[in-house]
């Protein structure tokens, strides 16, 4: 039978070619955005998977609307088994000159967007995670993906609101995976580890990562390789850890690429087990 995904900002960018990979092997997919415009792309993306997805527009800083979204995919395909954080608001939208001007200081940011980087990028896949959990825990499988960001992006100058709601979710990340463990739900992250080449990135950036001023920017579609190595089966053990798409080993197999760039969530030296250990040799 086929597992059902939330992807939620997965009507563009990152997220929906994450959506687009987990339909194209095989999964039933829920993907939730913010823009109404966006549905009628995703749905003539997903060209035969059509059938297997649920597109949703929806304001995920209201906590009936998350409901909505976890209610639907239960609805729609009979279950829920993997949960993707990805829905997020970047520096475009906080600070959208930053790149001409520099960063504005912390404290010339207006409480409103304060208030609702905070409320996507982390309550919001706090508020979605407690609501699938349980779900997860009483069939004995599931997925929690969170995408974060890189340490130097969260504590760099100039980066709030954005890094500290990241690493937010970076910790909830680690502290989900420990209270979650021996559930067969794990919590992990799927990150691009470097800039990424979406709709929200500054035409500035992508101007200097085209002639090397800045790093080249990872491809929506690279997130989708460690991803679906994360909602495997051969995950099966793997909980708390954090893949960086920028780093992912094509040329190799998954496993194999999982174990030699993956590292542990959060910020601490070492994982909680090495579920790679058992196989090396």
């Not at 940011?109 to 609501?131: S, T």
């Not at 599931?142 to 910790?171: C, D, F, H, Q, W």
């Not at 994360?230 to 920028?246: K, L, M, Q, T």
């Amino acid at each position: 039978m086929a597992r059902t995904a939330i992807v939620t900002g997965g009507l563009r960018g990152l997220g929906r070619a994450m959506a687009l990979g987990l339909l194209g092997t095989g999964h039933n997919v829920v993907a939730v955005g913010h823009i109404a415009e966006d549905v009628a792309v995703m749905q003539g993306l997903a060209g035969d998977a059509a059938s297997r997805l649920h597109c949703m527009v929806a304001d995920l800083t209201d906590a009936a609307a998350c409901d909505a979204v976890v209610a639907a995919a239960q609805e729609r395909f009979g279950g829920l088994d993997i949960l993707v954080n990805n829905a997020g608001l970047t520096f475009t939208y906080i600070d959208p000159d930053r790149f001409l001007n520099g960063p504005r200081k912390f404290w010339t940011l207006p409480d409103e967007v304060v208030q609702n980087v905070m409320d996507i990028n982390y309550v919001a896949a706090d508020r979605l995670a407690r609501r699938v959990a349980p779900i997860m825990i009483a069939r004995g499988w599931g997925r929690i993906i969170n995408v974060t960001t890189k340490l130097t992006t969260m504590n760099m100058k100039g980066a709030v609101p954005y890094g500290p709601s990241k690493a937010a979710l970076e910790m909830a990340t680690e502290v989900w995976a420990k209270e979650i463990a021996g559930t067969g739900v794990t919590v992990n992250i799927v990150n691009p580890g470097a800039g990424a080449n979406t709709p929200g990135m500054s035409e500035v950036m992508r101007e200097w990562s085209a002639t090397g001023k800045a790093a080249k920017l990872v491809e929506p579609e690279d997130m989708v390789a460690p991803l679906l190595f994360v909602v495997s089966d051969a995950a099966n053990a793997v909980n708390g850890y954090r893949f960086d798409a920028n780093t992912w080993l094509h040329d190799v197999p998954a496993e194999e690429a999982a174990r030699r760039t993956g590292r542990p969530a959060g910020f601490e030296m070492y994982p909680l087990s090495d579920p790679f250990a058992a196989k090396e040799g």
